[in-house]
């Protein structure tokens, strides 16, 4: 059973960056989809970024133009690059697959962006 462990996260002001990680402790390359997923309080879990085998991307359009999803199967891991951070991308960040998750959730990364 493949696991997920994600980092990254952390505390930033509204206009600030920061970068994901998510390892996996399996192969990720026969996966066709991941995909970064997040959670605010009191929110259902939604799936803002994937990226395909091949390497195809698509967003929430919360998140277009301002986070980028990439992968690097080699080293079993996905990224996502979340930049112009506003107060709403406050949540748990988690991976998994996409568009529905096939592995057992990992702990996520909590982001919190400050006003």
């Known amino acids: 059973q493949v696991q997920l462990v994600e980092s990254g996260g952390g505390l930033v002001q509204a206009g600030g960056s920061l970068r994901l990680s998510c390892a996996a402790s399996?192969?990720?390359?026969?996966?066709?989809?991941m995909g970064w997923y997040r959670q605010a309080p009191g929110k259902q879990r939604e799936l803002v970024a994937t990226?395909?085998?091949?390497?195809?991307?698509a967003y929430a359009d919360s998140v277009k133009g301002r986070f980028t999803i990439s992968r690097d199967n080699a080293k079993k891991t996905v990224y996502l690059q979340m930049n112009s951070l506003r107060p709403d991308d406050t949540a748990v960040y988690y991976c998994?697959?996409?568009?529905?998750?096939?592995?057992?959730w990992g702990q996520g990364t909590q982001v919190t962006v400050s006003s």
């Open positions: 399996g192969s990720i390359a026969s996966m066709n989809a």
């Open positions: 998994n697959t996409s568009p529905r998750s096939f592995f057992p």
């Open positions: 990226i395909t085998r091949d390497s195809s991307t």
